[in-house]
T-cell receptor, first 115, second 115 residues
Framework: NAGVTQTPKFQVLKTGQSMTLQCAQD?????MSWYRQDPGMGLRLIHY???????DQGEVPNGYNVSRSTTEDFPLRLLSAAPSQTSVYFC??????????????FGQGTRLTVV | AQTVTQSQPEMSVQEAETVTLSCTYD???????LFWYKQPPSRQMILVIR??????QNATENRFSVNFQKAAKSFSLKISDSQLGDAAMYFC????????????FGKGTKLTVNP
């Protein structure tokens, strides 16, 4: 089972460039989310989705866009990269709340550097 | 709003000894899940243990157990017979149900296991 697949694993961008971080899951999970991890800050929620066509903002949404056209995919778009977006990004998916044995499955993470 | 607080940025333990990591949370949800995740140097997020808030019995998974104090909004993780492989970052997280489906993390505790 592939689980949650994130691409790329590493990326270097120049300030002002745009890019999309890809996230796909093959577990038919309704809930997907994006986090950024910075030293001493834990994982902070950027955007999340409870199903296809539904997205909402998390704690740190500025500078990022998401869409959820299918259950499987939840891409994260950086519109105009800034050095402050240098971070490790994680995608996660889980069965919708209310189901037993709920847990979040994580991708391997993307280390993004903006220069 | 959901918040999760881990007050111990770093902890250390001798191999074979027991260590307890602290976590407090705040949520307006009447029902929710609580989790402890482990992040080794590989960066992969690994579920350690899960607690459903409506269950009074503390969850256990082999050497890992929790002390869930619902009234105090406390959710500590106890690691017994610590092993070198337990060295990692540990994150406490909460997931609300039925109103806030956000999975919110604390800032983490770095656990060092000394031989």
């Amino acid at each position: 089972n592939a689980g949650v697949t994130q691409t790329p694993k590493f990326q270097v961008l120049k300030t002002g460039q745009s890019m999309t971080l890809q996230c796909a899951q093959d577990m038919n999970h309704e809930y997907m989310s994006w986090y950024r991890q910075d030293p001493g800050m834990g994982l902070r929620l950027i955007h999340y989705s409870v199903g296809a066509g539904i997205t909402d903002q998390g704690e740190v949404p500025n500078g990022y866009n998401v869409s959820r056209s299918t259950t499987e995919d939840f891409p994260l778009r950086l519109l105009s990269a800034a050095p402050s977006q240098t971070s490790v990004y994680f995608c996660a998916s889980s069965r919708y709340v209310g189901h037993q044995n709920t847990e979040a499955f994580f991708g391997q993470g993307t280390r993004l550097t903006v220069v | 709003a959901q918040t999760v607080t881990q007050s111990q940025p770093e902890m250390s333990v001798q191999e074979a000894e027991t260590v307890t990591l602290s976590c407090t949370y705040d949520t307006s949800e009447s029902d929710y899940y609580l989790f402890w995740y482990k992040q080794p140097p590989s960066r992969q997020m690994i579920l350690v243990i899960r607690q459903e808030a409506y269950k009074q019995q503390n969850a256990t998974e082999n050497r890992f157990s929790v002390n869930f104090q619902k009234a105090a909004k406390s959710f500590s993780l106890k690691i017994s017979d610590s092993q070198l492989g337990d060295a990692a970052m540990y994150f406490c997280a909460s997931l609300g149900q039925g109103g806030s489906e956000k999975l919110v993390f604390g800032k983490g505790t770095k656990l060092t296991v000394n031989p």
